[in-house]
């Protein structure tokens, strides 16, 4: 499961409207706290929690499903063939979430018995008629109905992000909205929607039968067997995987969707599911996939184990995207028109969600205390797909985006192991550590082991393990095994281990013995984490211009390293493949990190030398030099830094920076840079700069185009607003919204263009598009546009969603609330106590109090509906 997404296109809004002032809107800082994966406080420590204990294995899964949209409800049966695991039994449980069970009974040939059966709302625990042996299978047939919205857990109300089964638009209300029906199970959520044995140890093959009106299509796990068309305007698919998985990775969707095929090898059927609109681009998002099939096949030596490779774009989904086994559900950010994807695609998501189904369908984490054995393989999956199609740099971005997201949730105060026998609900382990640092662990192991011995490994570990639940000693063995060497000391400190090592480092020459030491200290405290073990080269530039690579063994809390040289080294890089999960604090002079920055061809040894040469910018012309020097460099990500470093370059160097700002808005290839030197032209702005921006509102990039026209309207905010009304009807989101604030920002009435935009934004945008609508509605909008900015507030709020949406949702409504007290306060204020108010301002005051009474009636719902307490605050 990847759930980060939500916030990358969270914080992308906001960076995009930075520029315009949108009111009260939480500060961006606060986005990062509606990271899904980031945990507001460290739960006490919780009881082991020890793998499911396998009682009864179920062989087979057989369903038959339809659906009531109007309650929301699915009727199912199912037929599971069972068998003791090892023990005999004569009774067991079968997970089964808020049914109403019909029947449960014994199907023996043609008949069927009834069995006893206790049902407690959450498992059925069966009393077969006899003693069966593990020699012994049986077939069971139950018959019920799942109502998901109507589930109760832990005696809390509707759980919005744990119902298993999902009705979107379900009664077609909403003109914008596709009906949809999709599930999700992980972790724990497909006995929302049928009886199972909801545990990740557990692993049956299955087959599905879907009716649905005919006019939709179906999705699921597997092949697509045969379709009957009933003739009352019904049709029945039935799909069927014969390889086992488990439970969590069964799924469906049902939807008008457009259904674009492709192939890998020739022989495996790959599709795209997309809503109607974006047939013709589902290529462009979805078409690397066969290239990253046949990658991974090779790179594993195991080639794709599953029937057919499905990919399905679904709205309001809850999380980023599933791997469900070759039925991959995607969120709407997926859902990107060709232009779109010229700034961001969702190619990491698609590679990470394929990689599981390596790492998470074929070899299993057999409890959620194991996840990292899932979610750290797609993570560094997505690291080995860039490394492959982009190069290494590319790649290194990646890897240290997910090192900051890790040290973020780190620095909050979570330090816990990787593999987590003692969480507390399953879904704490999907977090920057089983996802973030478990993708850097795999890199320090690779790069420990040499790349041969360590795809070696992993696939001698699927091999021996396919098919079946792991835990983390299974993957020291295998690469144990291949590589010979014992790993318990590695993987004792990085998966069951907390924290990681903060690292000074120094150099000293001795020039009269010819030795430079090398001194390290592990700064971390040894009383909470481990002291480590720590192999890492250290390169020694020398100044006949040789490269001296030596391999130090970090092991204590202070070592110093002694190498006999003739002279002394010019500059010295630690950690010279720059792999350590670390924090490192190596101290040189400023003109050995500007050397590091010349001489060093990787992302991250430039990155680390321009964050040192930052601090000397204003000191040292060498410093200022490389840094305007990196503007142009070949990595993207350093030209960013580069960029970002402007912001405290002095003033003597405005003349050269400008040229360079001016190249790289018109010519850099990458989008992102283009964009960012545009939004730092205004301060910079010249003569030239506005014909230059004027030219880059025909640039092909949505970023680019948004930052344009921010610049624009800084530098000249008539030409500005004009611009802005010849892209009213531009196809981006992004570009709309800019459009939105600049017409906020200047007051001009637009209230068609406000409305308009509620069909146009979706997804997270709609999050910046609420606060842009309700801070106009507040400072311009008329009553009765206010009544309409209310409605669309008041129904997303109302809507089943996650709840940083609803919080923005209900945040405008307060706006316009807050809008007609003060203009209340306004009013009274004119008058004296004595004073009896002139007719119009009672008419007025007796209007505004009808306003508010119907936001208060509002609000009232609202309190009763949502529960979390961000949201809650706002509304008391
Ligand atoms: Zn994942």
């Known amino acids: 499961m990847k759930r980060i997404l939500a916030v990358a296109a969270v914080s992308l809004t906001f960076t995009s409207c930075s520029l315009l002032n949108i009111g009260s809107e939480p500060e961006p800082t606060k986005v990062v706290e509606l990271d899904t994966l980031h945990v507001e406080e460290p739960s006490p420590r919780q009881p082991y929690k020890a793998a499911e204990t396998r009682v009864a294995d179920l062989i087979h899964t057989k369903l038959d499903v339809k659906f009531d949209w109007e309650k929301q409800y699915l009727y199912g049966?199912?037929?599971l063939d069972f068998t003791p695991y090892f023990y005999d039994m004569e009774s067991f449980k079968i997970d089964a979430k808020g049914?109403?069970?019909?029947?449960?009974?014994?199907?023996?040939?043609?008949?069927?018995?009834?069995?006893?059966?206790?049902?407690?709302?959450?498992?059925?625990?069966?009393?077969?008629?006899?003693?069966?042996?593990?020699?012994?299978?049986?077939?069971?047939?139950?018959?019920?109905?799942?109502?998901?919205?109507?589930?109760?857990?832990?005696?809390?109300?509707?759980?919005?992000?744990?119902?298993?089964?999902?009705?979107?638009?379900?009664?077609?209300?909403?003109?914008?909205?596709?009906?949809?029906?999709w599930t999700q199970g992980e972790p724990e959520s497909s006995s929302c929607w049928f009886p199972t044995i909801d545990s990740p140890n557990e692993k049956s093959t299955q087959e599905i039968s879907i009716t649905v009106q005919e006019k939709y299509k179906t999705l699921s796990n597997g092949k697509l067997q045969f379709s009957t068309v009933n003739g009352d305007g019904t049709r029945t698919d039935v799909w069927a995987q014969e390889k086992r998985h488990a439970p969590y990775l069964f799924m469906m969707a049902v939807g008008e969707f457009a259904v674009v095929e492709d192939s890998w090898r020739d022989s495996m059927l790959v599709d795209y599911y997309v809503e109607p609109e974006y047939e013709e681009h589902a290529q462009a998002i979805f078409g690397d996939t066969p290239e990253m099939i046949e990658f991974y096949s090779e790179l594993f030596d195991y080639p794709y184990p599953w029937a057919k490779y499905s990919q399905v774009v679904v709205r309001d989904y809850v999380s980023g995207a599933m791997?469900?086994?070759?039925?991959?559900?995607?969120?709407?950010?997926?859902?990107?028109?060709?232009?779109?994807?010229?700034?961001?695609?969702?190619?990491?998501?698609?590679?990470?969600?394929?990689?599981?189904?390596?790492?998470?369908?074929?070899?299993?984490?057999?409890?959620?205390?194991?996840?990292?054995?899932?979610?750290?393989?797609?993570?560094?999956?997505?690291?080995?797909?860039?490394?492959?199609?982009?190069?290494?740099?590319?790649?290194?971005?990646?890897?240290?985006?997910?090192?900051?997201?890790?040290?973020?949730?780190?620095?909050?105060?979570?330090?816990?192991?990787?593999?987590?026998?003692?969480?507390?609900?399953?879904?704490?382990?999907?977090d920057g550590h089983s996802y973030a640092k478990g993708g850097r662990v795999l890199h320090m192991l690779r790069k420990h082991l040499g790349d041969e011995a360590f795809f070696a490994?992993?696939?001698?570990?699927?091999?021996?393990?396919?098919?079946?639940?792991?835990?983390?000693?299974?993957?020291?063995?295998?690469?144990?095994?291949?590589?010979?060497?014992?790993?318990?000391?590695?993987?004792?400190?990085?998966?069951?281990?907390?924290?990681?090592?903060?690292?000074?480092?120094?150099?000293?020459?001795?020039?009269?013995?010819?030795?430079?030491?090398?001194?390290?200290?592990?700064?971390?405290?040894?009383?909470?984490?481990?002291?480590?073990?720590?192999?890492?080269?250290?390169?020694?530039?020398?100044?006949?211009?040789?490269?001296?690579?030596h391999t130090i063994e970090i092991d204590s809390l202070e070592q110093t390293f002694s190498f006999d040289f003739r002279s002394e080294p010019e500059w010295i890089n630690f950690d010279l493949e720059k792999m350590l999960l670390a924090e490192i604090d190596e101290q040189?002079?400023?003109?050995?990190?500007?050397?590091?920055?010349?001489?060093?061809?990787?992302?991250?040894?430039?990155?680390?030398a321009l964050n040192e040469i930052q601090k000397h910018l204003r000191k040292n012309d060498e410093a200022a030099k490389t840094a305007i020097a990196a503007l142009e460099d070949p990595i993207s990500g350093i030209q960013e830094k580069a960029l970002s470093m402007l912001k405290v370059m002095p003033a003597e160097y405005d003349t050269i920076v400008v040229g360079k700002l001016k190249k790289l808005a018109k010519d850099d290839e990458d989008s992102e840079v283009r964009s960012t030197a545009i939004n730092l032209l205004p301060k910079y702005a010249d003569e030239e700069v506005v014909p230059l921006l004027e030219n880059a509102l025909e640039d092909s990039s949505y970023y680019v185009l948004v930052s344009t026209l921010d610049a624009l309207y800084k530098i000249d905010p008539a030409k500005g607003l004009e611009k802005a009304e010849n892209l009213e009807d531009a196809e981006s989101g992004e570009v709309l919204m800019t459009v939105a604030g600049i017409y906020l920002e200047e007051g001009v009435k637009k209230d068609d263009y406000f409305l308009s935009l509620d069909k146009k934004i979706k997804g997270f945008s709609r999050i910046s598009y609420m606060s842009l609508l309700s801070n106009y509605a507040a400072e311009i909008g008329s009553d009765q546009f206010r009544d309409k900015t209310l409605k669309i507030l008041d129904k997303e709020a109302n809507a089943d969603q996650q709840w940083f949406v609803l919080y923005y949702a209900v945040d405008g409504m307060v706006r316009i609330r807050d809008a007609y007290e003060t203009e209340l306060e306004t009013i009274n204020e004119k008058y004296g106590e004595e004073e009896s108010m002139e007719q119009e301002d009672t008419d007025r005051v007796k209007a505004i109090e009808t306003k508010l009474a119907d936001i208060e009636s509002k609000f009232e719902v609202l309190r009763e509906k949502i529960e979390h307490p961000r949201v809650q605050m706002l509304l008391n």
Not at 591 to 602: P, T
């Open 588 to 608: 040189k002079p400023v003109e050995d990190w500007v050397a590091q920055y010349n001489e060093s061809s990787l992302f991250y040894a430039k990155l680390t």
């Open 99 to 181: 049914f109403d069970v019909n029947e449960v009974s014994l199907v023996s040939g043609s008949d069927r018995n009834p069995v006893d059966y206790n049902y407690d709302g959450s498992q059925i625990e069966v009393y077969l008629d006899s003693a069966y042996t593990r020699n012994d299978t049986f077939k069971l047939f139950i018959e019920y109905t799942a109502k998901p919205n109507e589930l109760e857990l832990e005696g809390s109300s509707a759980i919005s992000d744990a119902k298993g089964l999902y009705f979107i638009n379900p009664l077609g209300e909403d003109p914008n909205k596709p009906k949809q029906i």
């Open 323 to 430: 791997e469900n086994t070759s039925a991959v559900i995607f969120g709407e950010f997926a859902q990107k028109t060709k232009r779109e994807l010229i700034d961001d695609s969702p190619e990491d998501v698609i590679a990470h969600e394929l990689i599981h189904h390596w790492f998470g369908d074929l070899v299993t984490c057999e409890s959620w205390a194991n996840l990292p054995l899932n979610e750290s393989f797609a993570t560094y999956g997505e690291y080995l797909w860039r490394e492959h199609k982009y190069g290494r740099a590319s790649a290194d971005m990646h890897l240290h985006q997910d090192l900051q997201g890790y040290l973020r949730e780190f620095n909050s105060g979570k330090h816990v192991d990787l593999i987590r026998f003692n969480h507390d609900k399953p879904g704490d382990m999907f």
């Open 457 to 549: 490994g992993l696939s001698h570990y699927l091999k021996e393990n396919k098919y079946e639940p792991v835990e983390i000693h299974q993957l020291r063995l295998a690469m144990e095994e291949v590589s010979g060497r014992d790993l318990n000391w590695f993987f004792n400190q990085w998966f069951l281990d907390e924290g990681h090592p903060q690292l000074t480092v120094q150099y000293d020459y001795i020039d009269s013995t010819g030795v430079q030491k090398v001194k390290v200290t592990q700064d971390q405290d040894a009383t909470e984490f481990p002291i480590y073990k720590l192999p890492v080269q250290v390169g020694f530039f020398m100044p006949n211009g040789a490269l001296i690579v």
């Open 77 to 79: 049966k199912a037929w």
